[in-house]
Each structure stands twice: as structure tokens, then as C-alpha cells.
Nanobody
Framework: QVQLVESGGGLVQPGGSLRVSCVAS????????MRWYRQAPGHERELVAT???????NYAESVKGRFTISRDNAKNTVYLQMNSLKPEDTADYYC?????????????WGQGTQVTVSS
């Protein structure tokens, strides 16, 4: 069994910064690609950022230059540093991780952490 626990969401003013984290625990042999998604009220879930096992990163156009995804393999953790936040970044943020549990590869989701950008 694998669990993902997210933290770090909250309320921040426009132009501010926030970092969200996602820790994986349980039956983990190796961690492959890690992603952050977000879903705003009334909108579909969208991919925000991706980091592969080799460290290659990719970002949605709307967050390029403002958000940075990183990972700490020793801690089974993925981070999303969000700078210059805008009201339109308000959403629930979800981590999504591809994990090999020693038998098979599966994709797991975190429970979501709320980020609100408002003055």
C-alpha cells in the first residue's frame, strides 16, 4: 500500500509565494515521474508541472517562470515552489506519482491541498 500526503497550502496575497509538498510512503521500490495538477472550482483538473526520475522538468505555459518543481529522492518527496502568485492560481493542488512497489508500476494521487490567492 502506498500513501501520498500533501501539505503547504494556504492563503497568500497576490504576488506572494508558497511551497507545497507531497510525501510518498509505504511499499515503494522506486519512484518514477512526479507531477502536480490543480483543479479550480468549475474547471477540469490540469497538469501544472512534471519532473522525471532523471530530473527533466516541464511546465504549463500559465506557470512557466513562476513555479518550480523539484524532488528529493531520499525523502520520496516532490515540491512545488510557487512565486508571483496570481488570483487565477487559486485551486486545489494534487500530486501524482508513478511508483514501482516491487511488483508493478502504479499511479497514485494525493488528497489535495488548497491554495487561495487573494487580497
Amino acid at each position: 500500500q502506498v500513501q501520498l500526503v500533501e501539505s503547504g497550502g494556504g492563503l497568500v496575497q497576490p504576488g506572494g509565494s508558497l511551497r507545497v509538498s507531497c510525501v510518498a510512503s509505504g511499499s515503494i521500490s522506486s519512484i518514477l515521474t512526479m507531477r502536480w495538477y490543480r483543479q479550480a472550482p468549475g474547471h477540469e483538473r490540469e497538469l501544472v508541472a512534471t519532473i522525471t526520475s532523471s530530473g527533466f522538468t516541464n511546465y504549463a505555459e500559465s506557470v512557466k517562470g513562476r513555479f518550480t518543481i523539484s524532488r528529493d529522492n531520499a525523502k520520496n518527496t516532490v515540491y512545488l515552489q510557487m512565486n508571483s502568485l496570481k488570483p487565477e492560481d487559486t485551486a486545489d493542488y494534487y500530486c501524482n506519482i508513478n511508483i514501482n512497489n516491487g511488483i508493478t508500476y502504479s499511479t497514485y494521487w494525493g488528497q489535495g491541498t488548497q491554495v487561495t490567492v487573494s487580497s
